[in-house]
Nanobody, 125 residues
Framework: QVRLVESGGGSVQAGGSLRLSCAAS????????MGWFRQAPGRAREGVAAIYRGGGRTNYADSVKGRFTISQDKAKNTVYLQMSSLNPEDTAMYYC??????????????????WGQGTQVTVSS
């Protein structure tokens, strides 16, 4: 089992920045990708960004390219999501996920089987 604990959410004005962290523990050898997903009220959970633990390859949703950066500290088993130029449409609960995922499925939530509890991000205009 893999345990994921997110932190770093909060409230920010449009144009601001936040950094989310996700610390993984447990059987981390069983996962190859970690990702960030978000879910706004009344909407489906969507993939935001993912990173390959072995080599650092990253993948982003079009809506966040150029604004969000996913990175990792392998020694700490921690993944980060640096979010910049935030806008109200980024308001959502953000979840960290981990799994054994194929390259083509890194932004699909159903491909992940370990999830954190979520952290709220609220962007005001």
């Amino acid at each position: 089992q893999v345990r994921l604990v997110e932190s770093g959410g909060g409230s920010v004005q449009a144009g601001g920045s936040l950094r989310l962290s996700c610390a993984a523990s447990g059987n981390t050898e069983s996962i190859n990708y970690m990702g960030w997903f978000r879910q706004a009220p009344g909407r489906a959970r969507e993939g935001v960004a993912a990173i390959y633990r072995g080599g650092g390859r990253t993948n982003y949703a079009d809506s966040v390219k150029g604004r969000f950066t996913i990175s990792q500290d392998k020694a700490k088993n921690t993944v980060y999501l640096q979010m910049s130029s935030l806008n109200p449409e980024d308001t959502a609960m953000y979840y960290c996920a981990a799994g054994l995922v194929s390259l083509g499925g890194t932004l699909f939530p159903e491909r992940y089987n370990h999830w954190g509890q979520g952290t709220q991000v609220t962007v005001s205009s």
